[in-house]
């Protein structure tokens, strides 16, 4: 058995250790998610975690994991002996794979059973195992949208059934839930975030010692494994030590009225959704307690705990930046003298009557700022910021007016460095009435903020896709209906596939005719698997025009807009972006594609406008970005969004380049759209002209709502090819 590297030994992660360690203390604080740059030792220390904790009393040889407290009730394999002896082991860390299936996490069929023996038996899944223990998924992010399901089933209910292929099972599975994760790769569903007791933060130091010392450990127990986990076994055991004795003080820590009362304080201040994080927050509390020897909760303790217990659930958007206002905290604690603690309160509990007089004089004392408090924290989020990047003014603001303002609504415009025939056309394209003059020239490579982003529609790609699964369109995937059978897999066995393929070759396979002919003789090539139709993710991808033209007046405010829309279904549907600009005189790629569409969002309000038109470079760049996002993923069907005028001002011939390169890109078959940004009374027509060459719906800007967009996109890409998915046998599909 590989050796795990010591918790103990671990530098430079605090924050971490602690949340690891608060949750030892006390399992019902219900889990912790770990986020994190790459390279910050979130795996090594969860590895790490089971050398430092305590060990279980189990049922000897039961498989579900049975405490002595079980004995006389049933599980899979029937009823427990009153009389069954127990041992002691470890606890477990069972560690989820991102590409696990459904029958592995719950338990399915022992099918060498019951094809060799003709005989029912219920084989235990992952969750089975991790009962009593550690459940760790290292990228949880990445986990399909049907283990997540099942994971929020089983966190909610303590237990698992199974009903399947002839199985009905049901058994507990009471476990903590450990993630890791780095937010460039895509953010967490949020039903699962917020079934994490605590997060984290991570980050690598930037002390040079510390990094130092990081690294010199490392070397150290590369070299000589044993030898380094020895040379700090002694760390362990009082790192162990400590637990066990945290969990004997956790029992007499009491929540004061008081305690609960900042508790409850700190919560309402922050605006969290439901009573979840209250209830969190005091379990943390009270285990930060333990683990300092105390049973008397301080200020301290509900200042760790809110740090931890609260980030995640504060969140409004999905573009939101996680994170705690640390001077807010500070100011929903208050500044008020604790109750005074009692004389016995460091070994034993107070008694009632005297906790409830110093509680209720506290109360008194606390409610003032328990009404001041959420009117104080209303003011401080008075200016908070949209996901688009705009702080949010009441009308009664002094810059409301301001920021309402009619000409270019508020927003600071790109000043357009294109020729004069560009000039002119963006003149002649604003909505000034008569003679009256057109907008003053902004600076050029100024930033314009989105708007609020509305709600779209569904954007499907259509036909039928072999993608990674996911929530836009439809694909084959390991999860949904089942329409027909295919060759085995090694996984999600379609039984009656599997009979009808072994039926005609049983003569010949020596059995005889009837009913008492004897049992099924199978062979590896009758084994079929379920094909499943489900939905699968989709690469979207932005192909935005920034020059000057479209920083006149509005147009780059709507088409963010759009955009962030956009980004918000894709971030619902766990769909991968990206995102292409061109101005001046060349294209970029400004964000790769990518699972986390909270980069998207960063990126794109950054996005400034100004300078030439590049439209052939832009369009050229994108056609690489999908080439080599086809050799990367051959199977993820991607959707071309290009956000233009259709006008083309750098270099020789650059209108006639531009439609030479989007003809090139529409041999590549890809479901595209063009958003025509052109405005205004007269207008020349030319992105309706480039969406012909690319063979793309043409949609106006004015059209450009949760409706209009989406529609369009869906009336497109019905052109998508359809074709018959490999490995389906058609005689077993059915409608």
């Not at 994971?151 to 599975?173: F, K, N, P, Q, Y």
């Amino acid at each position: 058995m590989p050796l795990h590297y010591p918790f103990s030994a671990v530098v430079g992660s605090d924050d971490m250790a602690l949340a690891l360690t608060l949750t030892a203390v006390s399992p019902a604080v219900g889990g912790v998610l770990i986020r994190g740059e790459k390279g910050t030792a979130k795996s090594t220390m969860v590895r790490a975690l089971t050398g430092i904790l305590p060990e279980v009393e189990v049922v000897t040889g039961d498989r579900f994991s049975s405490a002595p407290d079980d004995r006389g009730s049933e599980t899979p394999d029937g009823r427990i002996p009153h009389d069954a002896p127990t041992e002691r082991r470890p606890v477990r860390l069972v560690e989820l794979p991102i590409g696990v299936s459904e029958d592995r996490i719950t338990g399915s069929l022992h099918l060498e059973s019951a094809l060799a023996d003709g005989v029912t038996v219920f084989q235990p899944g992952l969750l089975a195992r991790a009962h009593r223990g550690l459940l760790y998924v290292d990228e949880v992010n990445l986990l399909h949208d049907h283990v997540v399901d099942l994971l929020l089933d089983a966190a909610a209910m303590g237990r698992v059934t199974v009903e399947r292929d002839g199985i009905s099972v049901e058994h507990a599975a009471r476990f903590v839930l450990i993630g890791t994760m780095n937010p460039e790769e895509g953010e967490l569903r949020p039903q699962l975030l917020d079934r994490f007791g605590l997060t984290v933060e991570v980050a690598a130091p930037r002390d040079p010692e510390l990094r130092a010392e990081v690294v010199r450990r490392r070397i150290a127990f590369e070299a000589d494994p044993a030898g380094f986990v020895a040379a700090h076994a002694a760390d362990e055991a009082a790192v162990r030590e400590r637990i066990a004795a945290a969990r004997r003080v956790l029992d007499r820590v009491r929540l004061t009225p008081w305690a609960l009362s900042t508790i409850a304080r700190v919560c309402a201040g922050f605006d969290v959704d439901g009573m979840r994080a209250d209830i969190v927050t005091a379990r943390t509390a009270a285990a930060h307690a333990a683990w300092q020897g105390r049973t008397r909760i301080t200020r301290e303790d509900i200042r760790v705990a809110a740090r931890m217990a609260l980030p995640h659930r504060r969140r409004r958007a999905p573009f939101d930046a996680p994170g705690l206002d640390e001077d807010l905290l500070e100011r929903l604690l208050g500044d008020d003298d604790e109750p005074d603690p009692d004389p016995r309160d460091e070994t034993a509990p107070a008694d009632d009557a005297e906790q409830s007089e110093s509680a209720d004089e506290s109360a008194s004392a606390d409610a003032p700022d328990a009404e001041s408090a959420p009117a104080r924290a209303s003011a401080e989020d008075a200016g908070h910021e949209h996901p688009s990047g705009q702080a949010e003014q009441t009308e009664d603001s002094p810059d409301a007016a301001d920021a309402s303002g009619t000409e270019g609504s508020g927003q600071v415009e790109g000043r357009s460095d294109d020729d004069a025939d560009g000039q002119a056309g963006d003149q002649a394209g604003d909505d000034t009435p008569g003679d009256a003059p057109g907008p003053t020239p902004p600076e050029p490579g100024t930033v314009t903020a989105a708007a609020a982003p509305y709600r779209t529609r569904l954007l499907a790609v259509a036909g039928t896709g072999q993608g990674a699964a996911g929530r836009r369109s439809r694909a084959i995937t390991s999860t949904g209906r089942r329409i027909g059978a295919g060759a085995f897999t090694g996984a999600d066995l379609h039984l009656p596939a599997t009979i009808r393929s072994a039926a005609p070759q049983q003569s010949a396979r020596g059995r005889e005719a009837g009913r008492n002919g004897g049992r099924l003789r199978l062979a590896a090539e009758d084994l079929r698997s379920a094909v499943r139709e489900g939905r699968e993710s989709n690469l979207v991808l932005f192909c935005v025009d920034a020059s000057g033209s479209m920083a006149a007046r509005t147009r780059m405010e709507q088409v963010k807009t759009a955009i962030l829309s956009l980004l918000l279904d894709a971030y619902r549907r766990r769909d991968k972006v990206g995102l292409v600009t061109f101005r001046g005189s060349a294209a970029h790629v400004t964000l790769p594609p990518t699972s986390s569409v909270d980069i998207a969002a960063t990126r794109l309000a950054e996005l400034p406008a100004g300078g030439r038109t590049p439209l052939a470079e832009g369009l050229l760049t994108a056609a690489e970005v999908l080439r080599i996002e086809g050799v990367r993923d051959p199977r993820r069907r991607a959707l071309l969004v290009v956000v233009t005028d259709g006008r083309a001002t750098h270099g020789p011939d650059a209108l006639a380049r531009s439609r030479t390169a989007a003809t090139g890109l529409a041999s590549l078959g890809v479901a595209s759209v063009v958003v025509d940004c052109e405005t205004g009374r007269f207008r020349m027509g030319l992105a309706s002209e480039l969406a012909g060459h690319l063979g793309a719906e043409h949609v106006p800007l004015g059209e450009v709502t949760a409706e209009g967009l989406a529609d369009t996109v869906d009336v497109h890409t019905a052109r998508a090819r359809t074709a018959r998915p490999r490995g389906v046998d058609p005689r077993n599909e059915v409608a």
